[in-house]
């Protein structure tokens, strides 16, 4: 099937009246699991949920998780559970956050990082422009930090954006979600193109970019003292992925990127992925292996003729889906995403 991503040409009225009839009578794919959606979202019928609604749902769902608090390196902290992976450098010069979990999690985010000590968040880091890594960039930098991220990020939040096969339309079909531009104090206040180099407390850290690949904002961060590489959503740990076709991902970029990390990393690297437990490169070489095997299954579909519904009708994923499939995007996501960003 094609997905149709809501022309850039149609006003943000037609925009947002296309979402909310797409998502009319929603069967919702599993972001959004009836039991946690608003009642205007899962009463159908009576009520069409609106983009914001939809939105609001996916973020309740990302904020129903725990925060844990894990102890990585000497100085390096990785929070984990609302919105994915947070890792936090703590010391004298002031703390430095990659990533920063979804809005409803502010509350227990400030608690995590006021419990590491008293010094101030001096820089906030984004991996890559999605919602649930750069949500509070905004208290964060009223709280006095500066937010760092690359070019790309800062453009690609200053834009609207419709992420396909996030939820189920009224014919049944995966479906694009829809974002509006993000407000001006959200955005980095500097930015950078392509690597950017940090010493703080002791550490060095080095922030590059890579090729598109989940999206075209991507960077990973190596915390090269303590042996850490955090790769934001460039690594799922033992979940499919959410690649995002809307802003230039691509399979062969997810592939390229975890190639990149591989010849990086030792065997006591700890890989910070940007949903799952903490990794190591015996986890992220499954992963890569699991990309592989998921392109060429669908390659060979694609060229075959089928479309995206007929490859999902295959199964071509039957024997992976148990150890992948229970994460954030089920076999049939997968199936159309690796489709729609080959
Ligand atoms: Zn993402």
Redesign the pocket.
Same mark, same amino acid.
């Given at each position: 099937m094609k997905f149709n991503f809501l022309q850039k040409q149609t006003s943000r009225r037609e925009m947002l009246r296309g979402s909310v009839t797409l998502a009319g009578s929603a069967l919702m794919a599993p972001f959004f699991p009836a039991t946690l959606l608003p009642a205007s979202v899962a009463g159908y019928g009576q009520q069409t949920p609106s983009a914001a609604d939809l939105l609001a749902s996916m973020r309740a769902k990302f904020n129903a998780a725990p925060l844990k608090t894990q102890r990585i390196g000497e100085d390096v902290t990785m929070l984990s559970g609302p919105g994915g992976s947070v890792v936090v450098l703590n010391g004298p010069d002031g703390k430095f956050v990659v990533d920063t979990f979804v809005a409803p999690a502010w509350p227990r985010l400030k608690e995590a990082l006021d419990g590491l000590g008293n010094a101030p968040v001096k820089c906030v880091i984004n991996t890559?422009?999605?919602f %649930?890594?750069t949500d509070n960039n905004v208290p964060l930098h009223a709280a006095g930090a500066m937010v760092l991220a690359r070019e790309n990020t800062k453009k690609r939040m200053s834009e609207a954006h419709d992420l396909p096969v996030l939820y189920r339309g009224p014919d049944g079909a995966l479906a694009s979600l829809h974002f509006d531009p993000s407000p001006p104090e959200a955005l980095p206040q500097q930015t950078f193109c392509a690597t950017h180099k940090l010493q703080a407390n002791g550490e060095s850290l080095a922030l590059q970019h890579v090729a598109p690949a989940?999206?075209d904002t991507d960077i990973y961060v190596h915390f090269e003292k303590a042996n850490v590489i955090q790769m934001? %959503?460039l690594f799922f740990n033992w979940m499919y992925p959410?690649i %995002?076709p809307s802003t230039g991902g691509t399979i062969a970029g997810m592939i390229a990127a975890a190639d990149k990390i591989l010849s990086l990393a030792g065997n006591d690297t700890k890989i910070v992925a940007?949903h799952g437990p903490l990794g190591n490169k015996t986890d992220l070489t499954k992963f890569r292996d699991m990309l592989v095997t998921s392109r060429d299954r669908v390659e060979k579909l694609k060229s075959a003729g089928k479309s995206a519904q007929e490859a999902v009708a295959e199964k071509p994923f039957a024997d992976l889906d148990p150890v992948w499939g229970n994460g954030i995007i089920n076999s049939e996501q997968w199936v159309q995403i690796v489709y729609l960003t080959l």
């Open positions: 890559h422009w999605h %649930d890594h989940h999206t934001g %959503d959410y %995002d940007g």
